[in-house]
């Protein structure tokens, strides 16, 4: 084992990174990398970085993979008071290793701590982690097409402490996963049910927060598209069941044939990267863009008008996946049948993509290199 102290890029704290004694072969990885599906192969190395009170951040750190031990009374037991992020690190051809707008998910952390009274990790240190993982973590990047490696930032309340008030003792770790597409189907149009039974977030919650309790409460939604045999679930808004919010894990958009790219404005979903990405995509290409909110009856009046003429789903798990059909017991809302070269969706796809990998220009100087 060895252990060596490597000066960060921020003057103050220092890295401590100790490499894994049961790393996995490079037989034992080529062949978890050969089909990793999505979240179910992690890498030999994890970050951790301290929080407290009184000590601010420190002891970021670089260790094997593996258990965290918590006490039973830990506060995100009990009150999840947790956030998470989700990010890609893609190998460009001459292997290099690069991420997609890292410090949009750094601002975004920011905002979610803000919002469950978690400490602030400045946006230097969230990058430094993403290098400090990559750098022992490489050979995890996978090479196939398609496929990158998952980062997953997550900080939550460490303290032991039953009163309900916000921990004084957080930590921040990263993960990471080799993945491949986050739909078994790949790019196959999807089936969404439509939730009318549940919703995600309402008003003044915690909807604009990427933190677990959203995701804990669209498991039934999501279970129940399942059963219907959907792969995901939109959810309406909280207060009139009327507009657009978004998916268990995707935001939504809409295409109409005068070239109008259409997405809900909310204060309870989830700020996308890859929408965020994808508007500005869609402007340089003469789309007019409108963030605003979009009714159910919108969406149905427009695709029997033949106004709108595509749907799709997009997030850095699912990228851009078409809709082929939103639906459940009472409503039916089928896509038209678009052949996939005349799909804007997919051609916004290959060219996020295409600049995510390094086939594209990057003229928005969207990426930022982990490793040479
Ligand atoms: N909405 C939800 C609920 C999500 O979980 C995600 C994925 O992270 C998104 C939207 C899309 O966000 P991004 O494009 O930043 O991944
Ligand atoms: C992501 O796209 O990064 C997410 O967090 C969504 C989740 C469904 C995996």
């Given amino acids: 084992m060895t252990i060596n102290l490597l000066p960060m890029a921020t003057q103050d704290l220092l890295w401590q990174v100790t490499r894994n004694p049961a790393a996995k072969t490079d037989a034992e990885r080529a062949e978890l990398l050969k089909d990793p599906g ?5 890498t030999d190395h994890m970050v951790d970085i301290c929080w407290s009170e009184k000590g601010g951040w420190h002891r970021p750190r670089v260790q094997a993979y593996g258990p965290i031990s918590l006490d039973p009374a830990a506060a995100v037991l009990h009150y999840a008071q ?5 990010l890609k ?20 952390m920011q905002r979610s701590a803000r919002r469950l009274a978690l400490p602030e990790l400045p946006t ?14 490489a050979a995890w990047v996978p090479n196939q ?15 032991a402490f039953l009163g309900v008030r916000p921990a004084a003792k957080v930590n921040y770790y990263l993960i990471a996963s080799p993945a491949g597409a986050y739909f078994s189907g790949g790019i196959t ?11 995600r977030a309402g008003h003044g919650g915690m909807g604009q927060a990427k933190t677990g309790g959203n995701y804990a409460s669209s498991l039934v ?23 657009l919010e978004e998916l268990g894990g995707m935001n939504v958009v809409l295409l109409t044939r005068d070239k109008k790219l259409i997405t809900p404005d909310s204060d309870s979903i989830l700020e996308g990267i890859t929408l965020a990405s994808i508007m500005q995509l869609a402007t340089d290409r003469g789309y007019t863009v409108e963030q605003r909110r979009v009714s159910l009856a919108e969406w149905r009046d427009g695709v029997e008008s033949g106004d709108i003429v595509e749907a799709f789903a997009c997030g850095t798990a699912a990228v851009i996946t078409p809709i082929a059909v939103l639906r459940n017991n009472d409503i039916e809302i089928r896509m038209p049948d678009v052949a996939d070269v005349d799909r804007v969706s997919l051609s ?17 100087g969207w990426l930022v290199k982990l490793s040479a």
């Fill in 145 to 159: 097409d398609e496929a990158s490696l998952y980062l997953r930032p997550f900080m939550f309340a460490k303290e």
């Fill in 124 to 137: 230097e240190y969230f990058i430094e982690s993403l290098k400090q993982l990559v750098a022992v973590d």
């Fill in 82 to 86: 947790e956030i998470f992020e989700g």
């Fill in 348 to 364: 916004l796809r290959e060219e996020l993509t295409g600049i995510q990998y390094g086939r594209v220009a990057d003229r928005h």
């Fill in 38 to 42: 999505f979240g179910k192969v992690f």
């Fill in 189 to 199: 149009p999807l089936e969404i049910w439509l939730s009318t039974k549940f919703t």
């Fill in 221 to 243: 939604a999501q279970a129940e598209a399942y059963e219907n045999g959907c792969q995901q679930v939109l959810f309406l808004d909280a207060e009139e069941g009327t507009y």
């Fill in 89 to 108: 690190a893609y190998r460009h051809a001459d292997g290099s290793v690069w991420s997609f707008r890292p410090d949009q998910n750094a601002a975004r």
